[in-house]
């Protein structure tokens, strides 16, 4: 097994591991965390296929912009999900820890060898040689202000939908918290005034 047959298994299976636990967790920080870390995977996928604008992109923008913003949303609405600070593990969650560290470990080796070995290191990708412009600015902008023009701009249209639904949302709760406090002022006043009568 090559170097780089190596790296794409293990690259594929962090990605469907953390795509699978960004679906199965519950708490919606955790499962922001696991998507970065299926989209971190995915980036390497892109960049051992050729195509390095595609692998920075993801990592610029869906990691660097994306899950920004989904953090943001879930620290406005607090989702936090259920507090166990201090508590044992669960068997799932140490499950996962001893999978990542293990996985990241031979990764490690895989790297160290390939890096002592001294063999080939230019060739990259599974797929054998490649167009010369796969992934490369020129195709990305052609193909995604052409063919996919309208999905590109419906999900920009569906991420300031999302912004403004979790403003809005975050806005009807701070109001709702504020009428009861107003509620509850007002309930105390009348109580002090019918003691002082």
């Known amino acids: 097994m090559t170097l780089d047959v190596a790296i794409f298994f293990i690259s594929a299976i962090v990605a469907v591991f953390g795509a699978t636990m960004m679906i199965t967790v519950r708490n919606p920080v955790a499962s922001v965390l696991y998507l970065l870390v299926s989209f971190a995977a ?3 996928l892109f960049i051992q296929l050729g195509a390095l604008f595609l692998g920075v992109v993801l990592i610029i923008v869906y990691v660097g912009a994306i899950l920004v913003l989904f953090l943001f949303v879930v620290m406005l609405l607090n989702l936090r999900g ?3 600070l201090g508590q044992p593990s669960r068997p799932m969650s140490r499950f996962s820890k001893y999978l990542i560290g293990a ?3 031979v990764e490690l080796v895989f790297v160290i060898r390939g890096s002592a070995g001294g063999t080939d290191q230019t060739v990259t990708g599974m797929m054998g040689p ?3 412009t796969f992934g490369s600015v020129q195709d990305v902008g052609m193909l995604l202000f052409t063919t996919y023009l309208y999905p590109f701009e419906l999900t920009g249209v ?3 939908v999302a ?3 979790a403003v809005v949302i ?3 709760e701070t109001e709702r918290e504020a009428a009861q406090k107003k509620q509850l002022v007002e309930e105390r006043g009348h109580s002090s005034e019918e003691k002082v009568s």
Request: net charge negative; proline share 0%; aromatic share 0%.
């Open 103 to 105: 996985l990241l470990l």
């Open 130 to 132: 490649v167009v010369e």
């Open 42 to 44: 995915q980036a390497v």
């Open 170 to 172: 975050a806005k009807r």
């Open 158 to 160: 569906l991420l300031l």
């Open 163 to 165: 912004i403004v639904g």
């Open 82 to 84: 259920g507090e166990d």
